[in-house]
């Protein structure tokens, strides 16, 4: 009797165990849609320009989160690698308890925003965003348990992210101290007008790079001697600034207004100023990162992995040209002209508040394209709709170097650089993009 009772109890309790335990979970295509990725950079983006970030800034804001995510699925894919220890400072981040049902989109999509959140002034904006696509997530049938570790392990990744970007040495470059204009030295960078904003982002080398050796490791060519003679090489170049404004035609304006991403533009109307805010020049290639994954049908890793390569990109690209920039210190066209030729003369795009010397649109394009081509092939022809919401029509290109090309020179055409910025920062640009693409190894 005791037997048969112990043993009709064992049978019980197996079939228990049987029925209570969770049957597992296989990721569906319509939860691991990269859609949501794409939305979560778009929404990303426009807190960004709601709350006005540098544009060194703003790369750091895109490439975190970007890594967090790409390491979410580097750890749940045997087809890609993690970015630890190929990324300075980066440490191994947690694995996944492989015991527990995880949707490793959903987890992306939590480290991706979690960090993202952590990074911006509007928090509430990224949290309401959440809610949105998380509503979206739950009525394709994601039971609550699978939810709640998804999030869970999205939260350990992005707290092991965050922890290293705390020691990139971004928080203490707030309390470093402003850029010494030199007002007696006619070549050196001076506030421009409308805002005659301070030197934005002085110290911008001394955060840690992930990829390069160092802030001055690709060191350019420096800029043509400052001279006001009319027979020195800096006038001809000067001249050819004045005269590319002076004689711009509708598409050489269009290519200015194209790739101005100038996050904060002062508008003067008399005594009355109000400000337009767009995004940055690195919010644009990531755009770019966005129309490249859909138009080849990226899966979510492929996804991932260009965001992560793009943002990176862009980062370093941004440590190496501020590096030169404030090493150089040149004053800007709008300043020599306005004070020595034509005090009525305006560029097309309004002069952004640093030093001229190298193009940051040159460098972060070229690091940016060779990044996306690395992903995506040489001659991948697409449409770039980035600035149809600002009001601009599309263009189409051949490759991201076409792109990149257009984007450099886009910075004569508006008159806030130098033909040497330009050419010199396209080659700066590409020295970074040959590096990460030679270092990293994502798949």
Not at 59 to 65: K, N, T, W
Not at 281 to 294: D, K, S, V
Not at 337 to 353: K, R
Request: charged fraction near 20%; hydrophobic fraction near 40%.
């Amino acid at each position: 009797m005791i037997n048969t009772r112990f043993y009709l109890i064992t049978v019980f309790s197996f079939f228990l165990l049987i029925s209570c335990k969770e049957e597992k979970y296989v990721e569906s295509k319509s939860v691991a849609n990269p859609e949501f990725v794409h939305r979560s950079f778009t929404n990303l983006t426009s807190v960004m320009v709601h709350d006005i970030f540098s544009p060194p800034v703003a790369s750091r804001i895109y490439a975190y989160p970007a890594i967090a995510a790409y390491e979410v699925i580097a750890n749940s894919d045997k087809n890609y690698q993690s970015l630890a220890g190929q990324l300075r400072g980066l440490e191994a981040s947690p694995l996944p308890d492989t015991t527990k049902n995880i949707s490793y989109a959903i987890a992306a999509l939590e480290a991706l925003n979690t960090v993202g959140k952590a990074l911006i002034f509007s928090e509430a904006r990224v949290d309401d965003f959440k809610k949105e696509i998380y509503e979206e997530i739950k009525n394709e049938g994601i039971s609550k348990k699978v939810m709640d570790n998804s999030i869970t392990y999205g939260q350990a990744v992005a707290s092991h992210i965050l922890d290293w970007a705390d020691k990139d040495n971004y928080k203490q470059s707030r309390t470093f101290p402003q850029f010494s204009i030199s007002y007696k030295d006619s070549s050196r960078w001076k506030p421009t007008p409308p805002a005659y904003m301070a030197a934005i982002e002085p110290h911008w080398k001394t955060i840690r790079p992930f990829v390069i050796d160092s802030a001055n490791q690709f060191v350019p060519l420096p800029p043509t001697d400052y001279s006001i003679d009319k027979n020195s090489k800096f006038y001809e170049e000067l001249m050819e600034v004045y005269n590319e404004v002076k004689d711009a035609d509708e598409e050489t304006k269009e290519i200015a207004a194209f790739w101005d991403c100038n996050p904060f533009v002062m508008n003067v109307t008399g005594h009355v100023m109000h400000a337009t805010k767009k995004i940055t020049p690195g919010g644009h290639w990531i755009g770019i990162t966005g129309i490249a994954c859909e138009q080849t049908n990226s899966d979510l890793a492929k996804t991932l992995q260009a965001y992560a390569m793009c943002s990176i990109a862009v980062f370093d690209g941004f440590i190496s040209c501020w590096d030169e920039k404030y090493r150089s210190n040149l004053t800007r066209p709008e300043t020599v002209i306005n004070e020595h030729f034509d005090q009525d003369w305006i560029p097309l795009l309004q002069t952004p508040p640093f030093p001229e010397h190298t193009s940051g649109h040159s460098v972060i394009s070229r690091a940016a394209a060779t990044a996306l081509t690395s992903v995506f092939g040489d001659n991948f022809a697409y449409t770039d709709d980035v600035e149809l919401e600002y009001g601009l029509p599309v263009r189409k290109f051949t490759s991201f170097y076409h792109a990149s090309e257009e984007a450099a020179i886009s910075r004569l055409y508006g008159g806030i650089h130098y033909r040497p910025a330009i050419d010199y920062g396209v080659d700066q640009g590409q020295q970074v993009g040959d590096l990460i693409v030679s270092r990293l190894k994502l798949n």
